[in-house]
């Protein structure tokens, strides 16, 4: 009679573990491991193992992992047997050249050390509306430890280390940092002013007068004005450096790409 009973009982839990069995979905695992762990939130989740989850129920890109990028971007597509979509590696630049030397103070701020707070008080301390407050908030958020605040006052990206995620863009509380394709070499212009000339040249002596020099200098036709400032196209410019030698403040530089991805 016991055994009789024993043996229902072991088939009524057999038959339990069957139905009410947690199904793990191996290709989440797999993803986790291929993933950087920064846990930065690039990607819009809550953390790596977040993102493995939506990517692997379709509800995230591909691509989605910044820092990542196009490698796990390719291994994901590989674990989920999906066609790799393409990615293009960025890197962070600030557009401003305001340092101490070239851009004043409007009163002298002695409150906490985060430039989304400065920016509170009064639109912040710096003459120039736009400029970098130099508090360095994009230097705390940095998962990667690619930003330090030079003795200018300015923030200088490491290209090195910048994994393009865009975490400092989202931080700065003057909008002044940009993603660009890592692979770009052509002209930087480092001001994000919309103000007319005098009054731009009233707060930074390096920062953008709206003269057009540029434009009438550029072989390329790269060059286009959008609320006061040059918009260079990436596509066109030839890194000839010829708006470079008309620019009387010396708004406008060049960059050198350095691909190491
Ligand atoms: S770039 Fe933006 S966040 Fe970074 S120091 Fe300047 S104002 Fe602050
Ligand atoms: S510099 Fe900005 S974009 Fe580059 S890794 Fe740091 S937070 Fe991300």
Redesign the pocket.
Known sequence: MLGGMGAVFGLLLAWAAQVFAIEVDERIESIEEILPGANCGACGCAGCSNFAEKVAAGECELTSCIPGGKEVADQIAEILCLECQETVPLVAV?R?AGSHEHAGDKFIYGGAVD??LA?KMWDGFKNCPYG????????QVCPFGA?T?GEDG??LVDEEKCLGCGL?QD????G??DMIPRDYSGGLVLCSSTDRGKKVKEACAVGCIACRACIKACPEEAISFVDNLPVIDVEKCTDCGECIQVCKPGTIRIRKAKVHQ
């Open positions: 600030v401003c430039c989304r920016e970098c407050l130099g508090l360095g908030t994009c230097v930003i605040m300015l923030p400092c931080v700065c509380p003057r002044i940092i």
